[in-house]
């Protein structure tokens, strides 16, 4: 592919997203992500706070921020927040709160799935054949599984390693301590969840091939974004004011909202590819 072909294809990219808002939506699905975050980590500590203490909960987190503190170090900020949450929610029992959050953690989420399959569906230029309630069901229960799963982690960091050692093993790590390993391992399931989304959360759905560009691109932005705003939020004085005015909120909401552009972008990059192939729906 000679140069003026790369540009063609880029502006044919760049025309696409402009005409299906995709900045728009991806600032949209950045705010519903926002907003089930700290209802989910309420949740997740009032159901951890059934099995173990704040401090308990604490050291969790510390060990595995340990084990690779510069792949940590990214978004350290944004999870030291969410530590404070789930840790002070485990100080309670399940309460009217923690109903209320549940529902408020599930209504964003809906939003999250309906906005990125809506996205996906306007890029593959397909209509959605499946019903709104139904989608939110199946989300429902996606984040209720999620958040159980969240709580098994964080339980299963503070009794895993009470076992092993019980059995005389003192060196096992939940990562592999190395930042390049552990950076190559996270972006392989960056790019299989990717895969699946683009794949499974779209009326238009079809084999994605392995070397398919979307999905390859989509992670090469979000690795890229993960560790830019990372940077950028260390060494950023205008950055760290706004953080100290409204919280680590803008971090995350910056962060997310570059993630989805990626998202997006590698759909459209996929929508291409299928009209191109004579498989476009």
């Not at 995709?22 to 699905?29: H, I, K, R, T, V």
């Not at 989910?40 to 173990?52: D, M, P």
Request: aromatic fraction near 8%; proline fraction near 2%; include cysteine.
């Amino acid at each position: 592919m000679n140069l003026s072909a790369v540009v063609a294809y880029v502006r044919e990219i760049t025309a696409r997203m402009g005409a299906h808002r995709a900045s728009l939506a991806a600032g949209g699905l950045a705010y519903f992500v926002v907003l089930a975050i700290a209802p989910a980590a309420v949740v997740v500590g009032s159901l951890a706070g059934l099995f173990l203490t704040p401090t308990e909960i604490r050291d969790a987190f510390a060990r595995l921020q340990e084990a690779s503190p510069a792949l940590a170090a990214n978004v350290s900020g944004f999870t030291d927040s969410l530590v404070s949450i789930v840790e002070n929610a485990s100080t309670t029992s399940i309460t009217v709160a923690t109903t209320v959050s549940v529902i408020v953690a599930i209504y964003a989420a809906s939003k999250v799935v309906y906005g990125i399959r809506l996205a996906q569906d306007t890029s593959y230029g397909v209509a959605s054949s499946d019903r709104t309630l139904l989608i939110r069901a199946i989300s429902a229960i996606v984040t209720l599984a999620a958040l159980l799963a969240f709580t098994a982690i964080i339980v299963a960091l503070t009794f895993v390693p009470k076992v092993v050692s019980a059995f005389g093993l003192t060196d096992v790590r939940l990562v592999t301590g190395s930042t390049t390993l552990d950076w190559i391992a996270l972006v392989v399931v960056v790019w299989l969840l990717i895969r699946l989304t683009m794949r499974h959360l779209t009326a238009a759905r079809q084999r994605i091939p392995v070397l398919a560009l979307g999905p390859i691109v989509a992670t090469v932005i979000i690795a890229g974004s993960t560790i830019g705003v990372g940077v950028y939020a260390a060494n950023s004085s205008t950055l760290s004011a706004a953080v100290l005015v409204f919280g680590s909120a803008v971090v995350a909401l910056l962060w997310l909202y570059l993630c989805f552009l990626g998202l997006l972008t590698g759909s459209e990059m996929e929508a291409i590819r299928r009209e191109r192939d004579g498989r476009f729906v």
